[in-house]
């Protein structure tokens, strides 16, 4: 799973919003993509969630051995503390097991429990009377900046053509208790007056330094010239972007003897993370063939 654009910029202060891209130019490549988006919208090439990331994980199974090429374990056991907060520490009072590194996304049931899966242990008790409730979170670096949601038709100029687009955020209103916050984008793309357009529906997560949460795009629709001989079409990009890495969590455990155990169990993940500095959910470009 490597990454399909290699410059990560760091995260800009006073980032101004991206919604769609000025002027007449037809972007060829990639990079270009990226360089235009992340003038706005810029990505760390590390990212942390708060809390089990519920919204925005890759339903495909992730496995270790493609989380480790390029975040292997033992640096996400050492990013942990410093960005998830003191409650993943392990003291050395308690026996400590593990860590427990699991093969796969789908290898998240946790045997200490009655094979619990991660998602409905995060914020649960402790199994500790005075322990505080299983902390959740996520590690990750940058695997995919800026995917591609939605693509409109490819239009042979020398023409003109117009697009509509708009974008609505909920929240996810059944997050609970030790679940990350993120929610739902709703986006369209509409070519011509009467012709059908395209939707799409997807989850994020907001990171630990999400500053500007995203909000709705209102309507708008633009009219384009596609210069002669060019082929040229419209892309919605998330202001966001994949990274992988790891779901963690802190286990407590007292056994019916009365006897005290810990660990840390990481599980490979990948999640779509919003831009931290930006409010609009979605970049549109003009895309050259």
Known sequence: ???????VPLLASAAAPAMAEDGNTYLKTEQEVFDFISRSAPLNQKEAIKGYPASGQDSQKIKLDDVEKVYPHDQALTDVPSVLGTGFDLPGSIPTEGPDIRNSSSDDKEPWLSNQDAKSMCGQPSEKPDGDPMPCGFVGVLDTAYPK?????????????DYTTQATVGQDTSQ????SVGGKVSSELTEGADKAGTELNFTYSESTTTTNKWTTMTQQTNKYDVPDGVSGWVEGRANGGWYIGYT???????????NEKQKMVLIPARVLIQAPGNSVPITFVKRQG
């Open 1 to 7: 799973m490597a990454s399909t654009l290699i410059a």
């Open 149 to 161: 949601m939605l693509g409109g038709s490819a239009v042979m100029g020398k023409a003109q053509f």
């Open 176 to 179: 609970t208790s030790g679940w």
């Open 248 to 258: 963690v969590y802190k286990l407590d455990f007292v056994d019916g003897n009365g």
